[in-house]
């Protein structure tokens, strides 16, 4: 998300890396993805097994997911310009709340029916589906964050 030539990288490795060792194809995702996005020094381990793990979605081998640390936010949708402002309200109120959170832009239908919502954009936290077929006003997008934090920090405690 928000990592510039991505999908382009993504298939030209696809094809100029296939079969290479797991090493050298993070360094050249890194190698090429720092031409265009700043990726700190002390953050490229992270960034290269985010990008290792996006190539092997985009060419269908498992991959194993991270574990997350907060809440789990779905934005559902084509990629229209609804869902993509809701993708970008939900990152600004993400950062001014100061929470710990991750955002996926999901487009596949089929992965889209997975949730049976019959709209969009739809919004899913943490498993649950919080909005279909509209877009939330910042005021209710807050307070849907707010209530899925609160539940997941007593989640935690629990555990």
């Known amino acids: 998300m928000g990592i ?26 890194i190698r090429r993805l720092s031409e265009f996005n700043y990726i700190p020094e ?22 194993e997911r991270d574990k997350i640390e907060g809440l789990e936010i779905k934005v559902l949708g084509s990629g229209c310009p609804c ?9 600004a109120l993400i950062a001014e709340m100061n929470l710990a959170a991750d955002i996926e832009h999901v487009t596949d239908p089929a992965e889209i029916g ?7 954009p739809a919004l899913i936290i943490n498993g649950e589906v919080k909005a279909v077929g509209f877009m939330p006003k910042r ?13 997941h920090q ?4 629990k555990i």
């Open 4 to 29: 510039i030539g991505l999908q382009h990288v993504l298939e030209e490795v696809s094809i100029d890396f296939a079969g290479r060792p797991d090493n050298e194809v993070t360094a050249e995702l």
């Open 139 to 151: 005021i209710q997008l807050k307070a849907l964050l707010n209530a899925a934090a609160a539940k």
């Open 42 to 63: 002390n953050s490229q381990k992270d960034y290269a097994m985010a990008f290792f793990r996006e190539l092997k979605k985009f060419v269908g081998q498992p991959y």
């Open 154 to 157: 007593s989640m935690q405690i």
């Open 114 to 120: 997975d949730y049976g919502a019959i709209g969009s």
């Open 83 to 91: 869902c993509d402002d809701l993708e970008q309200d939900l990152m």
